[in-house]
């Protein structure tokens, strides 16, 4: 009782993060972190893991810090690719510590294993799983969620998810993964831009028989106030390189660079939101990386300057697009060495098919009515597992 007479006032106190698209909202949007009184009595009196990073707040204070103020049992923490804090670099393997602000312990999910163990999950009786997602199939928090949701299946323990607006939730774009190149950057068969909150990803991935295992018993704490009519502004950075709303919105096109000669910027302070290549014939623009702890270390093209484009504030671009793919592949003179790892290119994409149809000189609206029939069969799953308001 006194834990929900906390949360109450605490809850009085907050404010919340604005939506600033639909303007007919009366009230602000509030994750599902913020439902407090819909999850509390769930938790009253068990032993608490939580799956979190720096996203998983209620209103500024970590998720962590409020429900320990609150009194719940929380007795270890689950990391993901990044870290508890958040400050490990793009897939630098993570170790399991002692978090120095709580002295809880943190089992990385993101070091030795992926997928928590029997003995991660002994003495434990309830999960919460809270990161924020940004909408695109590589983006890594998916894959972990899954993992969790495996593990909790199998050594029957009971899973909240804590969903969170999408900031990329107004549409779909995108080839549909093919199982073949499953990975961890591409689990499930889903499009590139996927239109789903965490939350609802969770339920599709549960109930389409896409786990190593049975059904996970899931919980969704649902946000308020949102519907993907809406655009929606992180209040904070989803991970080191994605700082802003800009690079969120380009993540999904500029992140098929990675594997490529291009650099998509990494190595400065405004990652995905430029792109280059060492040779002043790729543009006017020009920016040179660097290490920068906490964010990238050895960044692709480590200082030397690189020309092309600033896409920070060209308003282009705004959803998923393959032009500048396209238009860079044309302007290097290297064929298909442009592609520095043609297989992790391909995990990004889903399948070999873009990578080949980029080759055969194919134009991007040749290569985007290739993906529509994959993009309607996916489209008519994606409304089964809705929990608000579609832009269709």
Known sequence: MYSLILALLLLVGFGSCQSVGNQNLIEPVSPGAWQTNEYLSLLENKAVAVVVNPSATIQSTHLVDSLLAMGINIKKIFSPEHGFRGNADAGEKIDDSIDEATGLPIVSLYGSHKKPTKEDLEGIDIIIFDIQDVGVRFYTYMGTMAYVMEACAEQNKPLIVLDRPNPNGHYVAGPVLDLEFKSFVGAFPVPIVHGLTIGEAAQMINNEGWLESEKCNLTIIKNKNYSHLDSYTLPVKPSPNLPNARSIELYASLCLFEPTIISIGRGTTYP?????????????????????????????????????????????????????????????????????????????????????????????AEIEASWQDGLTEYKATRKKYLLYDDFE
């Open 272 to 364: 995905f939101q430029v792109i280059g290549y060492p040779d002043s014939t790729y543009g006017n623009f020009s920016f040179t990386p660097i290490s920068i702890e906490g964010m990238s270390k050895y960044p692709k093209h480590e200082n030397q300057t690189c020309y092309g484009v600033d896409l920070r504030n060209d308003g282009s671009n705004n959803e998923f697009s393959l032009s500048l793919l396209i238009e860079y592949y044309k302007k290097y003179e290297g064929g298909e060495s442009f592609f520095t790892s043609p297989s992790f290119f391909d995990k990004l994409a889903g399948s070999d098919n873009l990578r080949l149809q980029i080759i055969a000189g194919k134009s991007a």
